[in-house]
């Protein structure tokens, strides 16, 4: 791992240290995952349109109500069509963007509005041809990085939190609600948690409740329907960590922005991330 | 504290900056690269063959999709699609309750047959309590009995070089610009043997209603709900499904759905 000292004068030449933080398997991975994610969540968006409705079970109940989450249209008493979406049993108004969407003269009717999907208008073939690719592409990522980071070490060194990351947890998480981040040369307490969920729990749920809904699958791996207690309430999952995943990302970048863009960004691209400089010694990692 | 301060305040500017280009996402921008058609589309829909190559790989040509016990049949299957076919020769054979109907066998077969409702319920029989996956997303559980496709074509003997069973239906679906279409389908020799691949005539132990496919559709169980045609007319054996419809193997492919619909 190449260190070097930065030489700029001005600073304070003991505590300013440009290192190689990611490996090119972390950053390659790290793209293809942002683009592949971008399509699969806006193709996703469509496919759900399709039928928004979610369910727990092996089925739709159509004669029956086993419905956790359905966004749709209905009309007022004067008549206006309102979007209403229902969440275990409690409805919500949501015109404008869930349910009813679009300008005032042009209402669209659909769950997700028009700015949410790929493509734009409603065409399911598109969006499953769409969403299918980069789920082969998604998941094909996957397997390269969970081979790479077994043996390049990043995931035992980097992501799995440590005993040492566990009991720091209280004071990280005070320093990030303070906005005091560290810029050491590895993940704090919190960050490690974070990357370990979405990389060792949701990406692979992500994937299975997927296969779990083709019905290829199912004949081939019949314990992915027992796993997840049916392929209805394996659609429900699939959209949960949808949201947990949007979470995620919207945390991620705006932690990304409050840490210093340039030097994260730089850091991911190039892997070259400055460290030290802003803060005191004790927290400034290792 | 200073430094705090000025933290949280670039954060806040850059959280606006980063929550004012979510309306980017927006997605019109790809709709033109995303056309029927459309080089991009096409390079994107060529993942299809590879599920179906590895989703062949991952699973014995016999492998049962899921079966499930009486109790798990809650409600009636949801019809969709056609409901109610308006072609007069359909209207003229359930006016007689499906007595002059005939299934016909043709293409690539030793011997073509012509069969009889009668002569198809005579048939060996099988009755399998399975889950319908539409497209669309939702799921149904069914009791359907019929006849296995397998031992059709046998009786019919299909010859060596037949690599596709194609489905035509008495149903026309007018969708998009360019007019009413005939239904039809098609699956690969590996479905069309496979063990629950039945032509059924059965529905949750009464007769096919019409709203779900009468006199006769297809269940291919390890496939979505439009593989499954209802309505069917003749079933014609094939090596090469280009001369049907807009040679895409089935009328929701001829619109842009993937021809094998394992997923």
Redesign the interface.
């Known amino acids: 791992m190449a260190t070097a000292i930065n030489d700029t004068p001005e600073m304070d030449v003991s505590r300013t240290l440009t290192i190689r933080r990611h490996g090119l398997a972390t950053r390659l991975t790290h793209w293809l995952w942002a683009l592949a994610l971008?399509f699969l969540l806006?193709s996703g968006l469509q496919?759900?349109n399709?039928?928004p409705?979610l369910?727990l079970g092996?089925?739709?109940?159509?004669?029956?109500d086993n419905s956790v989450l359905s966004i749709g249209a209905a009309r007022t008493e004067d008549g206006e069509v309102r979007g209403v979406t229902t969440l275990l049993g409690h409805r919500f108004d949501t015109t404008g963007t869930l349910g009813v969407s679009g300008p005032a003269d042009r209402r669209a009717y659909r769950a997700f509005p028009?700015?949410?999907?790929?493509?734009?208008?409603l065409?399911?073939?598109?969006g499953?041809?769409?969403h299918?690719?980069f789920?082969?592409l998604f998941a094909t990522v996957f397997l390269v990085w969970l081979v790479a980071s077994l043996i390049n070490g990043h995931l035992r060194r980097d992501i799995l939190p440590s005993g040492a990351d566990i009991r720091s947890l209280p004071q990280s998480f005070i320093n990030h609600l303070?906005?005091?981040f560290d810029h050491g040369r590895s993940y704090n307490g919190l960050q490690k948690l974070s990357y370990a969920a979405v990389l060792l729990i949701f990406f692979p749920l992500m994937i299975l409740t997927g296969l779990t809904?083709?019905?290829?699958?199912?004949?081939?791996?019949?314990w992915l329907?027992d796993l997840f207690a049916g392929?209805?309430t394996a659609?429900t999952i699939h959209f949960v960590i949808m949201i947990l995943l949007v979470i995620f990302f919207v945390v991620h970048?705006?932690m990304v922005?409050?840490a210093g863009?340039i030097n994260e960004l730089r850091s991911m691209i190039t892997g070259r991330y400055r460290i030290g400089g802003?803060l005191p010694r004790k927290e400034a990692g290792q | 504290m200073s430094?705090?301060l000025i933290?949280?305040r670039?954060?806040l500017t850059?959280?606006g900056i980063?929550a004012s280009t979510l309306?980017l996402?927006?997605?019109?921008a790809?709709?033109g690269m995303?056309k029927n058609r459309a080089p991009v589309?096409d390079?994107?829909?060529?993942?299809?063959g590879?599920?179906y190559r590895v989703?062949r790989l991952?699973?014995d040509a016999d492998?049962?999709?899921?079966e499930?016990g009486e109790s798990?049949i809650?409600?009636?299957q949801?019809p969709n699609g056609s409901t109610e076919p308006t072609d007069p020769e359909y209207i003229a054979l359930q006016q007689q309750d499906f007595a002059g109907y005939r299934l016909g066998i043709t293409g690539l077969v030793e011997k073509p047959l012509s069969l009889t409702l009668t002569e198809l319920r005579n048939m060996p029989s099988r009755t399998q309590i399975t889950?319908h996956?539409?497209?669309?997303?939702?799921?149904?559980?069914a009791k359907w009995t019929g006849v296995p496709l397998a031992r059709v074509l046998d009786e019919a003997k299909a010859k060596p070089e037949a690599r596709y069973v194609v489905f035509h239906c008495f149903d026309r679906l007018d969708l998009g610009l360019s007019g009413p279409a005939a239904y039809y389908e098609s699956i690969d020799l590996t479905d069309a043997r496979h063990p629950q691949t039945i032509l059924a005539y059965g529905l949750n132990g009464r007769l096919l209603p019409v709203a779900n496919g009468a006199p006769l559709r297809v269940r291919i169980?390890?496939?979505?709900g439009y593989k499954m045609a209802k309505y069917i007319s003749t079933i014609e054996v094939v090596a090469d499904l280009s001369p049907f419809g807009r040679g895409r193997g089935g009328f929701?492919e001829d619109?842009?759905?993937?021809w094998y619909?394992?997923?």
């Open positions: 971008f806006l496919i759900f399709a039928h409705t369910y092996q089925q739709s109940g159509f004669a029956f028009a700015w949410l999907t790929l493509p734009s208008y065409d399911l073939a598109t499953r041809v769409v299918f690719f789920a082969w303070r906005f005091r809904m083709s019905p290829g699958m199912d004949a081939a791996w019949p329907v392929r209805q659609r970048i705006f922005i409050a863009p802003e | 430094r705090l933290n949280r670039r954060f850059a959280a980063a309306p996402a927006g997605c019109d790809f709709d995303l589309r390079v994107l829909a060529s993942a299809n590879l599920t989703q991952l699973m492998r049962l999709a899921p499930f798990e809650r409600q009636g949801r889950r996956d539409c497209v669309e997303g939702w799921s149904c559980i169980e390890r496939q979505l929701w619109l842009g759905y993937d619909a394992g997923i």
